[in-house]
């Protein structure tokens, strides 16, 4: 087990910057390991490193698992001291983990539903619907979303969910952000009066989680004992699955009806989730009615989400929308700067500006790419400079320089499938068709600069709205399903050498 272990810790400290190896992979360790099934448990000591590490390595250590196990491999993630599952002799174990000490902190308010199920990555998509499903892994995206430097969460932390490492003082304003940082610093300063609900829509990776987290914590820093909450919606759905499951619906709705702050991100993955969507609209009517605020988070306007009740939708409305754009180059200068000074480098305006000109849609990329930048420069001893981003970077460059072409993805997505290529603008709907040409889709998003209705027009004239389906589809399959996820790296891989 020990010597299996040692392996993973061997790659991963050669792939990840000496930082995030040391915070998020050093603390992890192995707890079962049955060979024979391939099957390994992987605990976390806390839920903020059981969280990161299922949202952020799962799809790595599961790849590291297949490899070292010799085949497809089960990888779960679990707290330290939950009862191991992956030895063959342990034939059946708890469904869940005990609810967390920090629960009991709550004393005489209701428990907080349990959120840290053991996480199984299996090669199954979660349900459109969401009708009880016993083995549906729980595969939210995680509480988590951007890498915290630490250390021991205070209680309230815990209790929360809240990053204490995303707050104001380290989210960079400019013109794309500055009326949603406005409205979120009101709505920290007199939470339940101002704007309720405060609705944060823009596309991915723009900064709305980071956004409500520092409302969050801005409440926090004033009043410790506020029953503020921060929820991903995956984690929401999963949760009123397992009130379901556990008739415990009664415990589920006080505890949300509780909340001073109920802050839920990425609304949008309610959709078709009736029942999720009436126990949503039930807190919401609660909250707002009793002045507790609510923070939305969204990848669209309200209007714009689909498969969402519209009396959702217009109560989702009646408080104050704001968007969060793409920032200009600029303010993506002034993150790189600011990033890179949180990780203790000095970068030049040069190296910055050089990074910020090559990647303009988000910042999630735009740290990616710095990222990549400082291990490069740190793994072979040279100075940040432009020539070192160059070289770094040059898989990203060649990428957004157009050397990928639509064309080019039909005919590798095709050959890997082993279907014709003519498909991909066919009319025809059968599985196996259908899917590589959503994954084709995916992949025209990510690696071309076309837009959506430019893909559609190139994939037989279809409607952008059917790109947009299959490119949030994929995206959201291959973090539950590793299998695609394997093949998307190897096309990733294919279309860029
Ligand atoms: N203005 C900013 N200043 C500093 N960091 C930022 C800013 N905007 C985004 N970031 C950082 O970019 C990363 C992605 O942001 P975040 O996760 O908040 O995006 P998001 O809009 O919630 O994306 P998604 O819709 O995919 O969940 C985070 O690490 C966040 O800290």
Redesign the pocket.
């Known amino acids: 087990m020990q010597a299996f272990w040692d392996e993973c810790l061997r790659r991963l400290e050669e792939e990840l910057p000496p930082q995030q190896f040391k915070t998020w992979i050093k603390p992890l360790s192995v707890q079962a390991l049955d060979t024979d099934n391939r099957r390994v448990e992987i605990a976390a000591p806390n839920r903020v490193k059981l969280d990161w590490a299922r949202s952020q390595f799962a799809g790595r250590l599961s790849e590291l698992a297949n490899e070292l196990l010799a085949g497809p491999a089960e990888v779960r993630f679990v707290l330290a001291g939950a009862t191991p599952r992956a030895s063959s002799s342990v034939a059946s174990a708890p469904a869940t983990q005990p609810a967390p000490a920090a629960v009991a902190a709550l004393a005489n308010r209701p428990a907080a539903p349990e959120v840290a199920a053991p996480v199984v990555i299996t090669r199954r998509a979660a349900p459109d619907d969401d009708l009880p499903d016993p083995d549906l892994p729980d595969t939210s995206?995680g509480s988590l979303?951007?890498?915290p430097e630490h250390h021991d969460l205070s209680p309230a932390h815990e209790r929360s969910r809240l990053n204490p490492?995303?707050i104001f003082d380290?989210?960079?304003?400019?013109k794309?952000?500055q009326l949603a940082?406005a409205a979120a610093a009101q709505v920290a300063e007199n939470p339940g009066v101002s704007y309720n609900p405060l609705f944060l829509y823009?596309?991915?990776?723009?900064?709305?989680?980071?956004?409500?987290?520092a409302i969050g914590n801005a409440v926090l820093a004033n009043s410790p004992g506020a029953r503020v909450r921060y929820v991903h919606a995956n984690q929401y759905a999963n949760d009123v699955v397992k009130a379901y499951q556990r008739k415990s619906f009664d415990e589920f709705k006080a505890y949300y009806q509780s909340l001073d702050m109920l802050l839920i991100?990425?609304i949008q993955f309610l959709a078709n989730k009736t029942r999720t969507q009436e126990e949503f609209f039930y807190a919401f009517e609660a909250l707002v009615a009793a002045r507790k605020q609510i923070i939305i988070?969204s990848?669209t306007y309200p209007k714009e989400l689909t498969n969402i009740e519209d009396r959702l939708k217009s109560r989702f409305e009646s408080g104050l929308t704001v968007a969060?754009e793409p920032?200009e180059l600029e303010?993506r200068v002034?993150?790189l700067i600011?990033?890179a000074d949180l990780e203790g480098v000095d970068i030049s305006e040069e190296v910055a500006f050089f990074i910020a000109k090559h990647l303009r849609s988000?910042?999630?990329e735009?740290?990616g790419a710095l990222r990549k930048v400082l291990a490069y420069s740190s793994f072979h001893g040279r100075q940040v400079t432009v020539e070192v981003a160059k070289e770094a970077l040059r898989d990203l460059l060649a990428v957004r320089s157009g050397q990928i072409t639509v064309e080019n993805i039909q005919k590798t997505v095709a050959d890997y499938y082993k279907i014709k290529v003519a498909d991909m603008y066919s009319k025809r709907r059968p599985t196996n068709i259908a899917k590589p040409r959503q994954i084709a889709m995916y992949l025209a998003k990510e690696l071309t600069q076309k837009s959506l209705p430019e893909i559609g027009e190139l994939f037989g004239g279809r409607d952008h709205t059917t790109v947009l389906h299959a490119v949030r589809k994929i995206a959201n399959d291959r973090q539950n399903d590793t299998e695609l996820n394997h093949a998307l790296h190897v096309l990733e891989q294919t279309l860029k050498s």
């Open positions: 995206p979303p951007a890498p490492d995303l380290n989210l960079v304003t400019g794309a952000n940082r823009g596309s991915t990776g723009l900064g709305k989680t980071h956004l409500i987290h991100d990425d988070t990848d969060i920032p303010m002034a993150i600011k990033k988000n910042v999630r735009l740290e």
